[in-house]
């Protein structure tokens, strides 16, 4: 089941105080998509994150999950709805969720994994995690570093 709602949500959200729609994106692809969170700073910067299945399209950009598992993302846009950064979290079972992003443009992300022992972000190792249900808090700086 697609969750494209998520994606309307946040649009909507995003465009409360205005009186014209500012921008707009359309989560899209194969399999099942779920945006988990959303959030904003004083600057009109979005980070969103969620999970995917087998392949994701986002702000023209897509991704693709070669684990047959849930991967994790979450995508940065500026005040005009362009990306700014993404990063895709693979692993098996691993889901992106509760952005919050301050005025600097910091990122903080919650990566869940429900199975195996590592998850990597856009191929560098973030994890080596061994218990049952593990979690780790993730802070990304304004260029997604």
Request: charged letters at 10%.
């Amino acid at each position: 089941m697609k969750h494209v709602f998520a994606c309307l949500f946040y649009t909507l959200a995003w465009c409360v105080c205005a009186q014209d729609l500012q921008w707009s994106n359309v989560l899209s692809g194969q399999g099942e998509e779920t945006v988990c969170g959303a959030a904003s700073n004083a600057n009109g910067q979005l980070a969103v994150c969620g999970q995917f299945q087998t392949t994701m399209a986002l702000g023209g950009i897509q991704l693709t999950n070669s684990t047959g598992d849930y991967n994790g993302f979450v995508f940065v846009f500026n005040s005009s709805g362009a990306v700014q950064w993404h990063k895709q979290f693979t692993g098996q079972n691993v889901e992106c969720a509760g952005p919050a992003i301050d005025a600097v443009g910091n990122v903080y992300v919650l990566v869940n994994r429900r199975s195996g022992s590592t998850f990597s972000f856009n191929g560098g190792t973030a994890g080596n995690l061994t218990w049952s249900y593990p979690a780790a808090f993730i802070k990304f700086d304004g260029a997604g570093n």
